[in-house]
Structures are given as C-alpha cells and as structure tokens.
Nanobody, 117 residues
Framework: VQLQASGGGLVQSGGSLRLSCTVSGGSFSVYAMGWYRQSPGKERELVAVITSGYKLTYGDSVKGRFTISRDNTRNMANLQMNSLKPEDTAVYYC????????????WGQGTQVTVSS
C-alpha cells in the first residue's frame, strides 16, 4: 500500500488549503484515513480521521476549521483547511490504518504547510 500526499504550500493567515492523499495497492474502502501533523520540536499529533464507516474525529485545535472527507471511488482522502493560523504550520502526514493489524498501518511522505502571519 502506498500513500501519496499533495496540496501543501505557503498561505497567509486566514487562508485555505486542500490536502489530498491518494492510496494505491490496497483495498482503500476498508482503511480508516487520517491526517496527522508534526512541527519542529513537537510530537506528531492527530488532525483528523475518517473511518471506513465515515465516523469523524478531529483534533481540538482544528475543530470547526478543518474538514476531512473520503472518496472511495477515487481511493482518495482530502483535508480542507480553512481559517488557517500560523500555529497550523507543520508537515502533514497522511495515514491509512486497517481494521486489524493484518491489514497494516501506512504513512505517506508528508507535505509541508506553512502559514504566514
């Protein structure tokens, strides 16, 4: 299973970005898809997760601003990020977690998001 993240970049505070994660080589629909982020000196933190059953979970710092979605026909998960803040600056990682250990837990390569003040 391979994950390819895209859509990062530089944006001003208050702006928007949309991240996409395309999955290949696996049964996309069974995976919970998530976005995590990590900034220098900090641990990787949960941004958002959407399960195979479309249950949503968001990190407290992004609730009301970010929206995660999935398109099982395109093997893609998206993260719409609105009202971006400088503290959202981080490397964002896409994750695919299977329903059991046998299905595996996979990470994309990360995409940089930089929000200027």
């Amino acid at each position: 299973v391979q994950l390819q993240a895209s859509g990062g970049g530089l944006v001003q505070s208050g702006g928007s970005l949309r991240l996409s994660c395309t999955v290949s080589g696996g049964s996309f629909s069974v995976y919970a898809m998530g976005w995590y982020r990590q900034s220098p000196g900090k641990e990787r933190e949960l941004v958002a997760v959407i399960t195979s059953g479309y249950k949503l979970t968001y990190g407290d710092s992004v609730k009301g601003r970010f929206t995660i979605s999935r398109d099982n026909t395109r093997n893609m998960a998206n993260l719409q990020m609105n009202s971006l803040k400088p503290e959202d600056t981080a490397v964002y990682y896409c994750n695919a977690k299977g329903p059991s250990a046998a299905w595996g837990n996979y990470w994309g390569q990360g995409t940089q998001v930089t929000v200027s003040s």
